[in-house]
């Protein structure tokens, strides 16, 4: 009888410790999206939250709308009861009820993986159901709020300090040399620190992002940098001080792998010859 007696005490203190062990809680600091609840049974495993970010939001598969907003993104796990198509048709109801429209649902591998984007007036959602759980991102498009300023005395310590300086902001009609207007704060900077260091004279190089074919881009950051030196020479800037060069997509400061590593490239470059 002792060995019974012992299984049935060892059984017993077995579902005991089941029974007390604590559930999965959220991570600390998490909260569902004021957009969609939480699928019962889930839990969040990790979240992020920013001003301003960019989400992909798939239209079809592999079309993706880049929007930029106010960004959320949430992981949650889910029970092994909890399949990806519940999760998804769930998601998906429950949008539509709110008024949301669904430009694009996708159920792979007989309902292993559940995608869905939803859309509502500067509301977008994007959720990846998988077998463990599903991400739910959400980005409330907004422009973006310009609170950083480059200016002639920060960028002359630069040249001072490195003998170079990056300068963005200065933009151009798309595939053409024509500056837009909206540059025009910035190279009036860029004028404003080449008359306080009338000495200096200066490399003003352009570069491009790997968008379109090399030999077009090497003329196009020329003429570019041309149109910048006609620009400053309109403005007070002696002319003969500067120099121009267009590498093209021949020198990237990011891998062109994405916008906002595009979106660096794309520069003007001011380097002291002397």
Not at 3 to 19: E, N, R, Y
Not at 106 to 133: C, E, H
């Amino acid at each position: 009888m002792r060995p019974l007696i012992l299984l049935i005490f060892i059984t017993v203190s077995s579902l005991a410790a089941w029974a007390q062990a604590p559930a999965p809680k959220d991570q600390v600091g998490c909260t569902d999206s004021k957009v969609l609840t939480r699928m019962p049974g889930c839990v969040i495993a990790a979240c992020e939250s920013k001003n301003f970010a960019q989400a992909d939001m798939p239209l079809k598969r592999g079309e993706k709308n880049p929007v930029e907003g106010q960004f959320e993104k949430l992981v949650y796990r889910c029970t092994k009861d909890t399949s990806p198509l519940q999760v998804g048709r769930n998601a998906e109801g429950a949008l539509k009820n709110a008024g949301f429209q669904i430009p694009f649902t996708f159920v792979y591998g007989s309902g292993g993986r559940f995608y869905l984007t939803a859309q509502k007036g500067p509301t977008w959602v994007t959720l990846a159901a998988m077998s463990d759980g599903y991400d739910l991102t959400v980005v409330k498009q907004k422009e973006m709020e310009q609170v950083m300023t480059a200016n002639a005395d920060g960028w002359a310590k630069q040249v001072e300090s490195t003998g170079r300086v990056s300068v963005y902001g200065i933009n151009f009609d798309t595939g053409k040399a024509t500056i837009r207007a909206d540059s025009e704060p910035v190279l009036s900077e860029v004028a404003k620190m080449l008359q306080a260091n009338a000495a200096w004279a200066m490399l003003v190089a352009g570069h491009t992002d790997n968008v379109g074919a090399s030999a077009m881009n090497l003329t196009l950051s020329r003429q570019r940098a041309e149109s910048v030196i006609t620009w400053l020479a309109s403005h007070g800037v002696e002319k003969s001080r500067l120099v121009p060069a267009g590498f093209g997509d021949t020198r990237p400061v990011m891998p062109n792998t994405d916008d906002a590593g595009k979106q660096k490239n794309r520069r003007v470059d001011l380097v002291k010859v002397y």
